[in-house]
C-alpha cells in the first residue's frame, strides 16, 4: 500500500513555542491530506482538510490562525501548531488521499501517517 | 448524539475465538464503511472497506453493514495475539468530498 511519513515522531517542547509537523506521501500524489488529532481514548477528529496549492479547510472549533497548514507540493503537507500550550498536547495525524490519473481521487481510502505525539510543558 | 457510537472496551478472548466488533451510526448519508486497525503510538491503517449495504470477506475478516439498522461489523476468526489492537470503524458520503468521520475505537486484547 501507498506509504505516508511524517516527521517527527515525538516532539517535546516549551509553552509559547511554535512546532512544525510534516507530512509527506513516499510513493504517490495527493492533493488533498488531512489532519487529525487524538486524545487518549478518543476519536480521531479531523481538523482541517488540506488541499495543494489552496488554502485550507478547517473542521468547526480549530482556530486556523493557530493551527497553521501549509500544502506546498503534491507530496507534502505541514502543520505548525503556534505558540503552542500544554492543551495541545496531542497525538497528530495526518492521511493523504491519492490522486488517480485522471483527477478522480481513488474511492475513499486515506493513507495515514504513523503520527507525531506532542508534548507540551 | 455522537454520529458514529462504538463501545470502547476493552475486549478480551482468547486466541482462537469469534471476535465481533460494532458501530451504530446516526447519519443515513454515509455510503463508504471502513474498518481501520489501530495499534498504539502508530496511525490507523485500513482493514477492510464496504460500499453500502453487505457482507465483504478478507481472510480472517468479514465485514458487514446493515444500512436499514444503521449498524456495522466487523467479525475476526481465529483470533490472534497478533490482532490485538484498537479497532476504528469509519464511514464517510460518496462524492467527491469524503470527509471520514471515525468511531472512538474499540480496544482489543487476544490472550494467547
Given at each position: 500500500g501507498a506509504v505516508v511519513s511524517q516527521h517527527p515522531s515525538w516532539v517535546i517542547c516549551k509553552s509559547g513555542t511554535?512546532?512544525?509537523?510534516?507530512?509527506?506521501?513516499?510513493?504517490?500524489?495527493?492533493?488533498t491530506m488531512f489532519w487529525y488529532r487524538q486524545f487518549p481514548k478518543q476519536s480521531l477528529m479531523l481538523m482541517a482538510t488540506s488541499n495543494e496549492g489552496s488554502k485550507?479547510?478547517?473542521?468547526?472549533?480549530?482556530?486556523?490562525?493557530?493551527?497553521?497548514?501549509?500544502?506546498?507540493?503534491?507530496?507534502?503537507?505541514?502543520?505548525?501548531?503556534?505558540?503552542?500550550?500544554?492543551?495541545d498536547s496531542s497525538f497528530y495525524i495526518c492521511s493523504a488521499r491519492e490522486e488517480l490519473a485522471g483527477?478522480?481521487?481513488s474511492y475513499n481510502e486515506q493513507f495515514f501517517g504513523p503520527g507525531t505525539r506532542l508534548t507540551v510543558l | 448524539q455522537k454520529e458514529v457510537e462504538q463501545d470502547p472496551g476493552p475486549l478480551s478472548v482468547p486466541e482462537g475465538?469469534?471476535?465481533?466488533?460494532?458501530?451504530?451510526?446516526?447519519?443515513s448519508a454515509f455510503q463508504y464503511f471502513m474498518w481501520y486497525r489501530q495499534y498504539s503510538r502508530k496511525g490507523p491503517?485500513?482493514?477492510?472497506?464496504?460500499y453500502s449495504s453487505g457482507n465483504k470477506e478478507d481472510g480472517r475478516f468479514t465485514a458487514q453493514v446493515d444500512k436499514s439498522s444503521k449498524y456495522i461489523s466487523l467479525f475476526i476468526r481465529d483470533s490472534q495475539p497478533s490482532d490485538s489492537a484498537t479497532y476504528l470503524c469509519a464511514m464517510s458520503y460518496s462524492g467527491g468530498y469524503q470527509k471520514v468521520t471515525f468511531g472512538t475505537g474499540t480496544k482489543l486484547q487476544v490472550i494467547p
Open positions: 511554535s512546532v512544525k509537523i510534516e507530512c509527506r506521501s513516499l510513493d504517490f500524489q495527493a492533493t485550507a479547510t478547517y473542521e468547526q472549533g480549530v482556530e486556523k490562525d493557530k493551527f497553521l497548514i501549509n500544502h506546498a507540493s503534491l507530496t507534502l503537507s505541514t502543520l505548525t501548531v503556534t505558540s503552542a500550550h500544554p492543551e483527477g478522480r481521487p | 475465538a469469534i471476535v465481533s466488533l460494532n458501530c451504530t451510526y446516526s447519519n491503517e485500513l482493514l477492510m472497506y464496504t
